[in-house]
């Protein structure tokens, strides 16, 4: 799958996250931070537990509802086998645990906020991001 990134997408896109964000906090007085969300949901108090499932069910959901607004979507498939997405997942889920919080947490609420801590998270995450693709694409030569 290919696509083209537009200004137009990304400046809509960063609207849409903000706005969503903005409407959490303001009418739930909560933080947009899915790993928090996911992770309170587990052991969620019967008041708190249903904005929570909207906002978990929501989000494949509006996956799922992109994918039929354009065909830019169509045809995305994933290639890696279970067991590493899995693996990939559980990874992702101790680092949010080691870091007080995930990416969208830290870069999109936190940094808002001008956390201090969320500034450095993020700083670190893309940091790592970006040693780990040079090492993927240019140490290991994949192209995927």
Known sequence: METTFTPGAGVLGGLLIGLASAGLLLANGKIAGISGILGGSLFARAGDLGWRLAFLIGLPLGAWLATRATS????FSITSSPMLLIAGGALVGVGTQLGSGCTSGHGVCGIARGSRRSIVATFAFMAA?????FVVRHVLGSTT
């Open 129 to 133: 991001a970006g040693v780990t693709v």
């Open 72 to 75: 830019d979507l169509h045809g």
